[in-house]
């Protein structure tokens, strides 16, 4: 019987930490791509509030299968926090609170994961989420999330976005449309075209909104 070397020793051991890596990869892909079909080629209302209900659910399984993973975390973060969007009113705060609560989880596990989106999601809710008392929306806590998520990913196209809509937010419109324009310029992501088509649209739309505001 021959004796194994050093270095396939090396790969027995090895396997079963890059089989689990690609697992997780391949999970969090789907997630991303399911949520890109729902959020922007679905057009019913309807349809897409109990397509993401149901793949929030799902994300809830992958976060409970990787629970020292941030990754998992963020995009069950962003899935409620879009979920929370369609729904609307005080039945939508609910979900942006448990979205708030993954979002600061993932972030005490690595705050870097998936380029800072936690921090570009947290920010996000911050300044979308109305303030005390009904909720805990913070203009403060905006900026500083969406300028940390800068600072890790600054040539992001979603990054650039949701600043430039914080901006917005805050009748900075000069200020947005130039966020919106090195949004755009961010390159390609090659295994998300329709999320990426998405977001040009969305930024496309708020660049003419912020024009409009400015010829006023």
Not at 44 to 49: A, F, K, R, T, Y
Not at 77 to 88: C, D, N, Q, R
Request: hydrophobic share 40%; charged share 20%; proline share 5%.
């Amino acid at each position: 019987m021959k004796t194994l070397t050093l270095a396939a020793l090396g790969a027995l051991m090895l396997a079963p930490s890059a089989f689990a890596e690609n697992t997780v990869q391949d999970e969090i892909s789907s997630l991303q791509h399911d949520w890109a079909i729902i959020n922007y080629q679905t057009p019913d209302p309807s349809v897409q509030l109990e397509k993401m209900d149901a793949l929030a659910r799902q994300a809830d399984q992958v976060s409970a299968r990787w629970p020292d993973r941030a990754e998992p975390l963020v995009w069950s973060a962003i899935i409620k926090s879009t979920e929370a969007g369609i729904k609307g009113g005080m039945g939508a705060l609910g979900l942006a609170k448990q979205a708030k609560r993954e979002l600061q989880q993932a972030i005490a596990i690595d705050g870097t994961a998936l380029n800072g989106s936690a921090y570009t999601s947290l920010g996000s809710l911050y300044y979308q989420v109305p303030g005390r008392p009904i909720g805990f929306g913070s203009k403060k806590k905006a900026l500083a999330n969406l300028q940390k998520a800068l600072a890790i990913n600054p040539d992001g196209i979603d990054a650039n976005y949701f600043y430039g809509d914080y901006l917005m937010h805050r009748k900075k419109y000069k200020e947005a449309i130039t966020a919106f324009e090195h949004a755009l310029a961010a390159p390609a992501r090659p295994n998300r075209p329709v999320a990426d088509a998405g977001r040009i649209s969305d930024i496309n739309t708020a660049m003419k909104e912020a024009m409009s505001k400015l010829e006023r």
